[in-house]
């Protein structure tokens, strides 16, 4: 029969990788709060609407990599595939806004985007990231860049490179927009399709191209900062004075404009040169319009999203983690398994230790072998001599010392 396997671009994490996982969100979770940002958690799958005016239309994401479905209520639904939207959602459902002026952000979430699935790209794939939503001051982008740049350099990451640009606001980008539109129409005849329809709805995301001749055409198109209003560029500069001060260093990158509709303002994308062709580790802006899109009152906001599976490509294998068994009980016949039973469960209360039973009545020889195997520091035997005399044998498996302790003092021995 044939056997049935995870979806292309899905994955399971097994119990060998998921501690790292589980060292990275621990990470995550500690200092997300050491700036002050609470979690929020949001649905797997909301109204595809949310997305289709948020996201845009003309997105990739919404015209090509959603996984949408109508339900058996006829509701049109989708698998979230940023979270962005989703935050925004919330904030303005619950009327946020209202009871705090600034409201701050971080989620962990599993996002679901129909690409081609490769190193760095998956289907099914997970985000950490933080939205602050309330200031529209550039201190506020400079909070959100650094945390990014120093969550990861707090993990030992090094080659990373941030870039950074600002798109400005709607009404820098109207004239910007018809500059980009006179200078790509002369090239008409050479560009791809999709840049054709591009030119028409939203000439900025041209610059968004992974094609190489048009990367090529792109290096002399006009740039985005040349038409910025005297206030978005004091915004900026602002920004990039306070990363300065960060010692951040980072690239302005005139053609960084990022995938989706809502940007505004500064956007930004941290890279590691040990990720090959995906380089982003993570990437995030602002979008001050987009509440105000979604039917709530008129709010400035900014954030980054960032993709753990990368993370973990650009940590190497450099973590090393502890997940050694603190104790391996051997057991030897029923009255030693009925005693250590208890004995594990005693261990586990009243000591917080990791302790692992055999389970399988193997011989005591395949039991130290099996505690080997799994690093356990202490294993407790218990066989029919100990039993007799009310004690269980501690043997340190580094040293290879071995201790007879009765059985009321094995608590007494572990909390030393
Ligand atoms: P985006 O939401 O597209 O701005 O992506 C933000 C970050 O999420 C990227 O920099 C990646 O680290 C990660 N990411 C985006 N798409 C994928 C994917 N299909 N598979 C794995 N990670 C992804």
Not at 245 to 270: A, S
């Amino acid at each position: 029969m044939d056997i049935i396997r995870a979806i292309k671009g899905t994955k399971d994490i097994l119990p060998e990788e998921s501690s790292l996982w589980q060292f990275i969100e621990r990470n995550i979770h500690r200092f997300m709060k050491s700036y002050g940002y609470g979690e929020i958690r949001t649905p797997k799958f909301e109204n595809s609407s949310l997305f289709n005016r948020s996201i845009g239309i003309n997105t990739d994401i919404v015209s090509k990599e959603m996984y949408t479905w109508t339900d058996q209520g006829e509701n049109n639904l989708t698998l979230k595939p940023e979270v962005t939207a989703s935050v925004v959602r919330a904030f303005i459902q619950h009327n946020l806004g209202k009871q705090k002026q600034l409201n701050k952000f971080y989620y962990i979430d599993s996002l679901f985007r129909r690409e081609r699935p490769q190193k760095g790209r998956y289907r099914q794939f997970e985000q950490f990231g933080v939205e602050a939503i309330g200031s529209k001051n550039p201190e506020q982008d400079a909070e959100i860049i650094s945390m990014a740049y120093f969550f990861y350099t707090k993990l030992g990451l090094e080659n990373l490179k941030l870039k950074i640009n600002s798109i400005g606001s709607k009404e820098s980008r109207i004239e910007y927009k018809q500059a980009l539109k006179d200078f790509f129409i002369p090239y008409k005849d050479k560009l791809t399709s999709t840049s054709i329809t591009r030119l028409n709805d939203n000439p900025l995301r041209i610059l968004d191209t992974k094609v190489d001749f048009e990367k090529e055409i792109i290096k002399n198109a006009p740039k985005i900062t040349d038409f910025l209003s005297l206030e978005d560029k004091d915004h900026f500069n602002k920004v990039l004075f306070y990363l300065e001060k960060l010692n951040i260093k980072y690239d302005i990158d005139h053609f960084l404009v990022r995938g989706l509709d809502y940007y505004c303002n500064t956007v930004f994308e941290i890279q590691s040169t040990l990720l090959g062709s995906q380089s982003a580790l993570c990437g995030g802006g602002r979008y001050d319009y987009l509440i105000e899109e979604l039917g709530g009152k008129s709010t400035p906001a900014i954030g980054f999203a960032a993709g753990i599976e990368r993370l973990i490509i650009a940590l190497d294998n450099k973590v090393i983690l502890d997940d050694s068994a603190d104790v391996y009980m051997v057991t030897l016949g029923d009255s030693a398994i009925d005693i250590g039973l208890k004995i594990a469960y005693d261990l586990r209360m009243m000591c917080n230790l990791n302790v692992t039973s055999d389970m399988l009545q193997k011989n005591m020889k395949s039991q130290l072998k099996e505690a080997n195997k799994l690093k356990a520091k202490h294993a407790i035997i218990i066989g029919e001599n100990e039993i007799a005399n009310k004690e269980v044998i501690i043997k340190n498996m580094l040293s290879g010392n071995q201790e007879n302790i009765s059985f009321n003092q094995i608590i007494n021995y572990f909390k030393k």
